[in-house]
């Protein structure tokens, strides 16, 4: 312990540490500026479904939200309910995220039955609860994060890296102005995921299992699709037929580890059954209606590189990420493929659904969950770019501190609704591009597109 707390104070070997405490300092010196707190703004949009299951459950144990109709008028009607095919209303999100607030919110819920504040759900210290799950996951990701790549790489290249996912990436605005979505939830599980899955292969014990049955009941829970990440479990390490082999004979000598894993992910997922039985009649419920993925129509391109959402286009940060899996090899062996298979597989499906651009939104937030995947080939072109010539180097510099103010620029304009939601063109993007203000003829610049042809499958202009 003694070793431990000096260790934290010796800058050269805790140099990330560090990047991690700043990390954090900076997100919740920007968030609590906010000017949306008295406003009920946190818990809004999407937020309204991840977060009814708490009120619903555990203030008003009502799951047919009549509750709903007696909030006050600053909320009322805000919570998105679908409707089965008898009328009942339900949610359409899952639970995921509600579990993940409940501590949270149930100190804020003390708290405002001890205050001036109505004790309803939907007050300032309920969405002040959301604000600070979202720091303390971002911490717990970033935490997890920082020791998968100290295994690799040294203090300063993991530093260097922790600082460009959050100040150089999306993911900083989801916890600082939309704390409420999934996805620093999601970069969290999922970045935990990897840790636990390289514990597990390199010593396969019964405490990394149960921990993984748990983290991947939660990464389903809260977004079904993020499945896919399983994969990493299966391909870590496998070079060749052989050593894929010798993955599925341990998978095979430890069937009860796995199958225990398995059992604990079922009861993470077991609640939000119960809720689709009680209300639909049935175990299992597509609670998204008309909205569907189109696999055979995948928007891949678009979703890439188009100016209205494009995930290179608003975080370019991850062009340098994608160029590390040519060097991701030499620093962690059988890593590479296992990561840009997954990689590759997300993509795909991210980019099959219906809305590709995923309504409104900073960049192409799905994107932001496998940050902690991509933090690794970051790394590995950080660390080759750091053994390179002068002036390759300088180049680097410059361009990765352009990509950081870039970034956070934008993000600015997008606060301001300059950088448009979900209606970004090619003429829009360059007609904004550095300007604090709406240039003239901006509203003929935009492209608002046809949400009933893309839900048909069809293109939407």
Not at 22 to 40: A, M, P, S, T
Not at 80 to 107: R, V
Not at 427 to 453: L, Q
């Amino acid at each position: 312990m003694k070793s431990l707390f000096l260790n934290v104070f010796d800058l050269r070997k805790s140099v990330s540490f560090w990047a991690v405490l700043l990390i954090i300092f900076i997100n919740g010196l920007y968030g609590k500026n906010l000017k949306r707190w008295d406003k009920n703004e946190i818990i809004n949009n999407d937020v309204t479904q991840y977060y009814a299951y708490f009120p619903a459950t555990f203030i008003y144990n009502d799951w047919n939200f009549e509750f709903a109709k007696k909030l006050p008028e600053d909320f009322e009607g805000r919570i998105w309910l679908q409707n089965t095919t008898d009328g009942k209303p339900l949610l359409k999100m899952t639970m995921g995220l509600s579990i993940l607030w409940l501590p949270f919110e149930t100190i804020a819920h003390l708290y405002a039955k001890h205050s001036h504040f109505r004790a309803d759900g939907y007050t300032k210290p309920y969405s002040v609860a959301i604000f600070i799950a979202a720091l303390f996951y971002l911490f717990l990701g970033l935490f997890f994060l920082r020791n998968i790549l100290l295994k690799y790489f040294n203090e300063i290249i993991t530093a260097l890296t922790l600082l460009l996912i959050i100040l150089g990436t999306n993911l900083m605005y989801y916890v600082i102005s939309e704390p409420g979505m999934s996805h620093v939830y999601n970069f969290c599980l999922i970045t935990l995921f990897i840790y636990l899955c390289i514990r597990w292969i390199e010593k396969p014990v019964w405490k990394y299992s149960l921990f993984i049955g748990i983290v991947s009941g939660l990464i389903i829970l809260i977004r079904p699709a993020n499945t896919v990440v399983m994969l990493i479990i299966f391909l870590w390490g496998v070079i060749s037929v052989e050593t894929l082999s010798k993955r599925l004979k341990l998978i095979s000598e430890k069937k009860w580890m796995v199958l225990i894993a398995v059992l604990l992910a079922f009861f993470i997922i077991l609640p939000q059954l119960f809720y689709w039985k009680t209300v639909t009649g049935h175990w299992i419920y597509y609670s998204y209606g008309a909205e569907n993925f189109y696999f055979l129509h995948p928007r891949v391109i678009d979703g890439i590189f188009s100016y209205r959402k494009g995930w290179l286009v608003y975080t370019p940060v991850m062009v340098f990420a994608l160029m590390g899996f040519i060097f991701l090899h030499k620093y962690i062996k059988g890593a590479a493929l296992a990561l840009l298979i997954t990689v590759c597989v997300a993509v795909y499906i991210v980019y099959s659904w219906w809305c590709w651009w995923y309504g409104g939104s900073f960049g192409s937030r799905p994107m932001i969950d496998y940050y902690g995947i991509m933090a690794l080939p970051l790394a590995a072109i950080i660390q080759k770019i750091i053994k390179s010539k002068v002036w390759i180097k300088a180049i680097t510099i410059l361009s990765l501190v352009f990509l950081v103010y870039l970034n956070q620029f934008q993000m600015s304009q997008y606060r301001k609704s300059l950088l448009h939601w979900d209606s970004m063109t090619k003429k829009a993007y360059w007609g904004i591009m550095f300007k604090k203000n709406w240039p003239e003829g901006y509203e003929k610049m935009i492209k608002t597109p046809d949400y009933e042809k893309a839900l048909r499958g069809e293109d939407e202009y």
